[in-house]
């Protein structure tokens, strides 16, 4: 479970991820409704430092195609974010995990092979990622061009494409049209899988303690240093 659950965090990681190069002011980032809710949702969450949630977790991989042993891989637990690069995914179902990051190192843990994997990653490792765009550091009408469907009911699709290349094709958010929370994401890589995260019960500053986001191997687990990431 372990190796999944991190392979999937990446793809979590990199469902906001700011392209880069985009300058302020970019043209054609939307328009009518899409770019409203999409202005909508960057002020719900400017003012954020931290959130926390329950989350449910749905990855579809598009070479198993669909019937027997083409299931989308689900799991269920609660996350936490805060500034600066901070998070801590405690996976519940359907087998207990943890990934937890203090922004220098990462960790994965599963206490059922008795391992722990750990990646000493870079400075802006989660810059412009999901957690950075949640703690309200992202920039939607300038790093996405952005359509919606339909716009008429409580809840709203934004369909978000990067404006420079990057490691995923398209990002798709549903948003409380109201408000601009986002309820649920979901980001489709350049294969075709798709990963969405939906949340629930979610708290915003409520000022998280910092030993979360530490991690202390077990005594007697096995600890693979998969390397640094930059």
Same mark, same amino acid.
């Given at each position: 479970m &372990?190796?999944?659950?991190?392979?999937?965090?990446?793809?979590?990681?990199?469902?906001? &991820?700011?392209?880069? #190069?985009?300058?302020? #002011?970019?043209?054609?980032?939307?328009?009518?409704? &899409?770019?409203?809710?999409?202005?909508?949702?960057?002020?719900?969450?400017?003012?954020?430092?931290?959130l926390s949630a329950d989350f449910e977790q749905t990855t579809s991989v598009a070479s198993l195609g669909s019937g027997p042993g083409g299931e989308p891989m689900r799991a269920r637990g609660k996350v936490v974010f805060a500034k600066p690069g901070r998070m801590r995914w405690s996976y519940e179902e359907p087998e207990p995990s943890l990934v937890v990051t203090d922004g220098r190192s990462l960790w994965t843990y599963d206490p059922g092979l008795g391992e722990v994997q750990h990646l000493a990653v870079g400075e802006g490792f989660l810059s412009g990622a999901a957690i950075q765009f949640l703690l309200g550091e992202g920039a939607i009408l300038e790093e996405f061009r952005v359509e919606a469907p339909d716009c008429a009911g409580e809840r709203v699709l934004l369909r978000l494409e990067p404006r420079e290349p990057a490691s995923y094709e398209r990002l798709v958010l549903e948003v409380a049209a109201a408000s601009g929370e986002v309820l649920a994401t979901e980001v489709v890589d350049l294969f075709g899988n798709a990963t969405r995260v939906a949340f629930a019960n979610v708290r915003i500053n409520a000022n998280p303690d910092p030993g979360v986001f530490r991690f202390e191997p077990p005594e007697g687990v096995s600890v693979i240093e998969v390397g640094p990431v930059r």
């Open positions: &372990a190796m999944r659950a991190f392979l999937l965090l990446l793809g979590c990681a990199a469902l906001l &991820a700011a392209p880069g #190069g985009a300058e302020e #002011g970019a043209a054609d980032a939307g328009s009518g409704c &899409a770019e409203t809710i999409a202005r909508r949702v960057q002020g719900h969450y400017d003012p954020v430092r931290d």
